[in-house]
């Protein structure tokens, strides 16, 4: 298990970002905004990831000695994707779940699926420009964030966490919009 480059971090971020962007835009409002029993809809799903997004994008934005101050120094190598994805897993499993303002408030067709999906849209093009322009290779490894369910993660991590997350999401909306077709 090998680490993934920052040039597969941002192109996995990518296909992962266009795959689900894909999906909702062929979706049908009524399929968008509309929440299966004590589930949340694909219109939650998306604002969860938007606001996730958004925060971890911080993180690339914020200077190295802040990121120190807060988090402290790596005194460990970078997990590779797979172990990353193996530690959210079992995060998930022991009953980790989303807190705070990382869970949706209800969103009717009201708000409307452009306005939404222009948050989404802006969101992962921060993201993008924001490990392109202000990571290199190395400090991927040399910073670390506090993240609610993994604990204090590298950058590099960081990336591979927002890649699953937003593939985890992605199988979740396929599931919910399969089962109603």
């Given at each position: 298990?090998?680490?993934l480059t920052?040039?597969?971090?941002i192109?996995?971020?990518?296909?992962?970002?266009e795959a689900?962007?894909q999906?909702c835009?062929?979706m049908?409002?009524?399929d968008?905004f509309?929440?299966p029993?004590?589930?949340?809809?694909?219109a939650?799903h998306?604002k969860?990831l938007?606001v996730?997004?958004n925060?971890t994008?911080l993180?690339?934005?914020?200077?190295?000695?802040i990121?120190?101050?807060?988090?402290?120094?790596?005194?460990r190598?970078?997990?590779?994707?797979e172990?990353?994805v193996?530690?959210?897993q079992?995060k998930l499993a022991?009953?980790g779940?989303?807190?705070?303002r990382?869970?949706?408030p209800a969103?009717t067709e009201?708000?409307?699926?452009q306005a939404?999906?222009?948050?989404?849209?802006?969101?992962?093009?921060k993201?993008?420009?924001?490990v392109?322009k202000?990571?290199?290779?190395?400090?991927l490894?040399?910073?670390?964030v506090?993240h609610?369910l993994?604990?204090?993660?590298?950058?590099r991590?960081?990336?591979y966490?927002?890649?699953?997350?937003?593939?985890h999401h992605l199988?979740?909306i396929?599931s919910?919009?399969n089962?109603r077709?």
């Open positions: 298990m090998q680490h920052k040039d597969q971090v192109k996995a971020a990518e296909n992962s970002f689900l962007t999906l835009n062929h049908a409002d009524a968008f509309s929440p029993a004590n589930k949340w809809s694909v939650q998306i969860h938007v996730s997004t925060t994008t993180a690339y934005r914020m200077p190295g000695f990121l120190t101050w807060m988090a402290g120094k790596p005194n190598n970078s997990r590779s994707y172990e990353l193996a530690k959210y079992q022991e009953g779940r989303a807190t705070g990382f869970v949706p969103i009201a708000y409307g699926k939404l999906m222009l948050q989404w849209s802006k969101a992962t093009s993201f993008i420009q924001s392109t202000n990571c290199t290779e190395t400090n490894d040399d910073y670390l506090r609610p993994l604990g204090r993660i590298t950058l991590e960081l990336g966490f927002t890649i699953y997350h937003t593939e199988k979740i396929q919910l919009h089962s077709h």
